[in-house]
């Protein structure tokens, strides 16, 4: 079932959002060449704690640690390390932070140092998609139309729509009805209400669509032919005239 937010619920929300907005800002402070992606998600756990919320991904169905940090072919779900930064990476960080029983959910993908501009692009482009597909959001609209907007999108730009993973719908858990996929038909699936949280998250690849699961655990996708991948994602507030994002700018 999809819930509708009292006013209550959204405030808490729209503190765990802003939050997670300035961890994102901290994180960002961090990426550079020889950083060990443990060392950011322990700057992510600290500050996150230090403004009284949790990190919601830690335990989360076995999940080891504050944040997801996935590296040039990986999707999601990147488990931190003593694996360092390198010139050349682009890094996507996804995580939640959670404030009294409710939780908001944002990603963003960082470039290391220079890239070439086919990989510059992808980034880019991502995060355009993300906001295109945010650009159809308000009360009456099926979620079909936010889908086939990101897919063209993003085919325009001959970039890949991975299909397996999707937005969602956010509150007392991260993942809530209704699921957001990133590809679709315009005019189909469920009706966006006022008062919904949602989370849009298109993850695009520079190759082919087709993803799956690393050999060493059941966390890490990646990308089949190993092309870089980009993941944008944004916590909104359906409403009336169309969004409030809850994660930020």
Same mark, same amino acid.
């Given at each position: 079932?999809?819930?509708?937010?009292?006013?209550?619920?959204?405030?808490?929300?729209?503190?765990?959002g802003?939050?997670?907005?300035?961890?994102?800002?901290?994180?960002?402070?961090?990426?550079?060449?020889g950083?060990?992606?443990?060392?950011?998600?322990?700057?992510?756990?600290?500050?996150?704690?230090k403004?009284?919320?949790?990190?919601?991904?830690?335990?989360?169905e076995?999940?080891?640690?504050?944040?997801?940090i996935?590296?040039?072919?990986?999707?999601?779900?990147?488990?931190p390390?003593?694996?360092?930064?390198?010139?050349?990476?682009?890094?996507?960080?996804?995580?939640?932070?959670?404030?009294?029983?409710?939780?908001?959910?944002a990603?963003?993908?960082?470039?290391?140092?220079?890239?070439?501009?086919?990989?510059?692009?992808?980034?880019?482009?991502?995060?355009? /998609?993300?906001?295109? +597909? =945010? #650009?159809? *959001?308000?009360?009456? &609209?099926?979620? !079909?139309?936010? @889908?086939h907007?990101? %897919?063209?999108? /993003?085919?325009?730009? +001959? =970039? #890949?729509? *991975?299909e397996?993973? &999707?937005?969602? !719908?956010?509150? @007392?858990?991260?993942? %809530?009805?209704?699921?957001?996929?990133?590809?679709?038909?315009?005019?189909?699936?469920k009706?966006?209400?006022?008062g919904?949280?949602?989370?849009? %998250?298109?993850?695009l690849?520079l190759?082919?669509?087709?993803?799956?699961?690393?050999?060493?655990?059941?966390?890490?996708?990646?990308?089949?032919d190993?092309?870089?991948?980009?993941?944008?994602?944004?916590?909104?507030?359906?409403?009336?005239?169309?969004?409030?994002?809850?994660?930020?700018?």
């Amino acid at each position: 079932m999809i819930s509708i937010k009292s006013e209550r619920e959204i405030e808490l929300m729209r503190y765990a959002g802003h939050i997670n907005y300035l961890t994102h800002e901290e994180i960002k402070k961090h990426i550079k060449p020889g950083i060990k992606t443990i060392e950011l998600d322990r700057i992510a756990y600290n500050f996150i704690i230090k403004h009284d919320c949790i990190p919601s991904q830690l335990g989360f169905e076995g999940y080891p640690n504050t944040i997801c940090i996935s590296i040039n072919d990986e999707v999601v779900h990147g488990i931190p390390s003593n694996r360092k930064l390198k010139e050349q990476d682009i890094v996507s960080i996804d995580f939640c932070v959670g404030y009294k029983g409710y939780h908001s959910d944002a990603a963003r993908t960082y470039i290391v140092g220079k890239v070439n501009k086919d990989i510059e692009d992808l980034v880019t482009n991502t995060k355009k /998609a993300l906001y295109i +597909g =945010l #650009s159809k *959001v308000r009360n009456g &609209v099926k979620i !079909g139309d936010i @889908s086939h907007a990101i %897919e063209s999108f /993003a085919h325009s730009k +001959g =970039l #890949s729509v *991975v299909e397996e993973l &999707v937005g969602h !719908g956010v509150g @007392s858990s991260i993942h %809530e009805d209704p699921d957001i996929p990133n590809f679709g038909e315009p005019n189909k699936g469920k009706i966006l209400k006022s008062g919904m949280t949602i989370a849009i %998250e298109p993850m695009l690849n520079l190759g082919k669509k087709q993803v799956c699961l690393t050999d060493q655990d059941d966390w890490v996708i990646v990308t089949k032919d190993g092309s870089p991948s980009a993941h944008f994602e944004h916590t909104v507030l359906v409403t009336d005239e169309g969004y409030e994002i809850l994660t930020g700018e």
